[in-house]
């Protein structure tokens, strides 16, 4: 009995054996069906413009997460000759996809550049997450069909003078016919685009006033500004109107000059014309900082110039350059100029609390106070972090580090959109398909209030050595966070052992590095900076010479050597730029040369001063950032409580260096 009892075990263990093993082949074989089916991809996208092929690979490709881009790449092929319904269609098949909104977007934007606006009508619903110019082109489309309010909601592109997409040309024409917008509105206009020298639309603004500008008397002026200038007359609307603009174009090449005639111009003209004059040479001044560096003058002639409205840019450039000197009433007058929407941004926000601190009396103060605390309980970003130091609360030394459940985690794995994003990572997809993918997934975790699903595709990014798009996912929690997906660390030895050789702080040197690639060993930007912290073949060959090294270009996509070079470079600017870590992070970005010829002259000046005054927006985000980077850093990296203000020590005077 028992060696028939042995028998049958050992047959039951060979049955369960031959089950595993044809489980595990099933397995396989469905792993390398899903995978080939992906692998289509690539091959269906080197056909994009075959649409025989492509059809084929619609058909072949059906079943699979990754299915609808042969579908997507046909109808994209002759975009502008689609009828709407097929449009639609495809949205209605792929529901709230990344490549259904993008056809839809584009699909009203070559509408829009048709005027066929009726056709772009029924895709309107389907453009979820428009960029400038696909909310310029939808602007229109529900202007051309019957909602005109939509204009009150792009007064920032009406008065805008700087480039523009198209759409966004085209909408400010089209509000331009508009009753909606008032005779002020237009006076607005017509000198913000006298002052930049945009002579045709302003003669078309003008005409819509009743003001008559001659074109060739524009181009004359042009050719010699200044002299005009000496003898302009000011009897009429239209002679105020070739004032400004010859004022625009005098300051535009020699600020100094124009400054020095405002005495003389603003006499005998109306008022409003006077403050107009004002704002003209305040403007160019606080836009060409970078070529006329900081002047008292430019601030006081936005000083003069209050009363008539200002544009959103107008007056955050007001703003910037009352903080810069310090001129507290003006920086709350700057602030009091903005729409509501816009003065209630952290950072404004945080500047009218400086402001209003500065007055004498309680109730400022007060308020000041108030502003501090609000924002110091609003999130751990810079301001938030500024606003903590003003009221004496260090950050805390506990950041989160909550995990996703095992159902979220399954949750990701049914996800079709994040299913997508890993699908076109596995196989190597171009980066603009897989970030797409990724980020609109997040985004749709995002407005779900979903933290577990973003948590648990932080994890399994991280787990992959994605960190880019994990921190894009782990940035994007509201109440569970993760601040070591947030704040990844990886290469921690070769970062901490290289900045402590090079005698700088490694949570700085992280911070810099998490804004200079989000980890990506490969990354390479525009100019041909390349590596975890981007360095520039010119400064490479520097700190090789510096290092007593020989330069071998390869070398920079080795993570250790980027490290070691970068860390050694950022120590090298910070001694030359007063051992201040702002500057020194100001100069990492743009430049030493710059960083120092943005400091101040005559007495020191505060560093969030310095900061919010940089005149290059990038490397003004990216100083708000990298400090803020740091804090996180020095949390995570065990160096106790955060006072982003200890990192950012008063920037002294060029002449103590």
Known sequence: MQGERKTVLKQQFKQNKFKIYLAGMMACTALQVAHAAEEQFNDALRSANDSSTLEQYRIAMQNDALGYYPEYWSLNSNLAFQPAANIVAFAQRYPQSAMAEKLAADYVEEKVKQADYASAQPVLQYVTNADQAENCAVAQVRAKTGDVLVFAEFKDVWLATNAQPEACNGLGRMMLSSPLMTTQDRQQRLYAQLRAGQSGQAITTAQSIGINLSLAQLNQIQANPLNYLWSAPKTNVSDYAYLVYALGRAAD???????????????????????????????????????????????????????????????????????????????????????????????????????????????????????????????????????????????????????????????????????????????????????????????QAYLKHDDGLLLAAAKRATEMGWYDRAIYAADRTEKKHNYSYRYATPHQAMVVSHSRNAGIDPAWAYGLMRQESRFVTAARSHVGAGGLMQIMPGTAKLVARQMGETYNPAALSDANTNIRYGTFYLSMIHGQLSNNPVLATAGYNAGPNRAKRWQPDDQNLSADQYTESIPLNETRDYVKNVMTNAAHYGILLGQGPQAIESRMPMIPTRATQ
């Open 253 to 443: 090449t020699d600020l100094t000059s124009a400054l020095q005639s405002v005495p003389k111009l603003v006499q005998d003209v109306p008022a409003d014309v006077q403050k107009y004059i004002y704002r003209t040479v305040g403007y160019i001044g606080g836009t060409t900082v970078m070529k006329n560096n900081f002047n008292r003058e430019v601030l006081q002639n936005f000083d003069a110039s209050y009363g008539v409205p200002f544009s959103a840019e107008e007056a955050e450039i007001y703003a910037r350059q009352a903080i810069r000197f310090g001129a507290w009433e003006s920086v709350i007058r700057a602030i009091d100029s903005m729409s509501v929407t816009q003065k209630q941004e952290d950072r404004w926000q945080y500047w009218l609390a400086r402001a209003s601190e500065q007055r004498n009396d309680p109730q400022s103060k007060k308020a000041a106070r108030e502003i501090f605390q609000r924002l110091a309980m609003a999130g751990d970003d810079y301001h938030n972090l500024l606003a903590k130091d003003h009221i004496g609360q260090k950050y805390n030394a506990r950041l989160d580090n909550e995990q996703p459940s095992s159902s979220d985690q399954q949750r990701l794995n049914q996800d079709i959109h994040f299913r997508r994003a890993f699908a076109l990572r596995n196989i190597d997809a171009p980066a603009v398909y897989t970030n797409r993918e990724w980020n609109w997934a997040v985004r």
